[in-house]
């Protein structure tokens, strides 16, 4: 009975391990690689990721800056993460992010005068269904007719590039040469962080002197706690992760496969937007051509290393966002291109192939268990 008794938390732990081995080997393997790849060009590894994490974290400033950098992409990984719970590949997140940031610069100016609780919400609300309307046509391309949505949301992107480059150059020009759309008024604004702080608070606590770093974080965080529930708790989550196990099992368990799929694929399209209107309205202020300079295509690499769990999308989220912000100092200080750093962040989702060698690894400790049980 003792040993069967042991075998429970050994299997436990074999659980754990597979949910986060997979990420952090591919983490690790990708620095590896990265770090020779750095050493055949002539630099130092060692300095050269010193000077990176010392650009992510070095102070409050870079820490503010990993933060903001990371803001977006939780949002963005969540909203592809959502739809691959769902068996959907959403790789138009680009594009229903975009259509959030436009719907919200134009409705922030219209908006103008009114208190921040009403309009900020609003604005938030606002970029979301305006992704859910974008993501809508290819879910009901999907559910109807079967076509791939990995084609239809990639073309719908390149639309919604279009008619942001059209407006922002056109009818919705601020004056001046520089396409792009007017100033949000401070009422639509998302603060930053350290407006909440008097100076003589930020003077006393530096720690909270986060730069650009804005509230959006938290509406990020807040975002990905409530998918998590609603994936856990709820029956809309149940028939979202029953229909990406198994289509068949779940329509003959009587769940509409194609009413599921079209929410999945709208819930998916507004978190994109709910990414591009807290973009704006956070950092930006406004919206011009190639704005999201490719969130939405990047958090395809986060929900892929988070393996589309909601709370490990925030740490994949703070890993891609260091790199990010960290690359700068390091072409400064360490001379090596900000270019190996989206050779890094390939390589971890390359990586992630090394889920095998976890499973590998836990088979083995599996066996090793139920052998001494017996």
Not at 2 to 18: T, Y
Not at 84 to 98: D, K, S
Request: charged share 10%; with cysteine.
């Amino acid at each position: 009975m003792s040993g069967s008794r042991d075998v429970v938390p050994a299997r436990a732990w074999m659980s754990v391990v597979q949910k986060v081995g997979t990420p952090i080997m591919s983490t690790v393997l990708a620095i590896g690689v990265g770090s020779l790849i750095i050493w055949i060009s002539g630099y130092d590894p060692v300095e050269a990721f010193a000077a990176l994490f010392k650009g992510a974290f070095g102070g409050p400033r870079q820490i503010g800056e990993t933060i903001l950098r990371s803001t977006p992409l939780i949002l963005a990984g969540l909203a592809v993460g959502y739809g691959f719970r769902a068996g959907l590949f959403n790789i138009g997140a680009e594009g229903q992010l975009m259509m959030g940031g436009l719907l919200a610069a134009w409705l922030g100016v219209e908006l103008a005068g009114l208190t921040p609780l009403i309009t900020i919400p609003t604005l938030l609300l606002v970029g979301a269904l305006a992704g859910a309307a974008w993501a809508f046509v290819p879910a009901i391309l999907k559910a109807r007719i079967g076509a791939h949505e990995v084609i239809t949301t990639m073309m719908f992107s390149h639309i919604a590039r279009y008619v942001v480059s059209w407006l922002t150059a056109g009818p919705l020009k601020a004056p001046g040469q520089i396409p792009q759309t007017v100033n949000l008024s401070a009422n639509a604004q998302i603060p930053r962080i350290q407006s909440l702080f008097s100076a003589t608070t930020l003077e006393a606590l530096p720690f909270f002197g986060l730069g650009r770093a804005h509230l959006g974080v938290f509406i990020a965080i807040i975002a990905a706690v409530g998918v998590w529930l609603v994936l856990r708790y709820t029956t809309l989550g149940y028939e979202n992760r029953a229909v990406g196990l198994s289509p068949w099992a779940a329509e003959t368990a009587g769940i509409s496969v194609q009413w599921t799929t079209v929410k999945a694929l709208c819930i998916s399209g507004a978190l994109a937007g709910l990414a591009g209107a807290v973009e704006v309205m956070g950092l930006h202020h406004r919206i011009f051509d190639q704005f999201s300079a490719g969130v939405g295509f990047t958090g395809i690499a986060v929900a892929l290393l988070a393996k589309n769990h909601p709370i490990g999308i925030i740490a994949a989220a703070l890993l891609f966002g260091a790199l990010s912000a960290g690359s700068g100092t390091m072409q400064l200080e360490a001379g090596v291109s900000q270019k190996i750093i989206l050779i890094i962040q390939a390589l971890v989702i390359f990586f992630v192939a090394a889920e095998g060698i976890v499973n590998w690894f836990i088979r083995k400790r599996q066996k090793e268990a139920t052998s001494g049980a017996e």
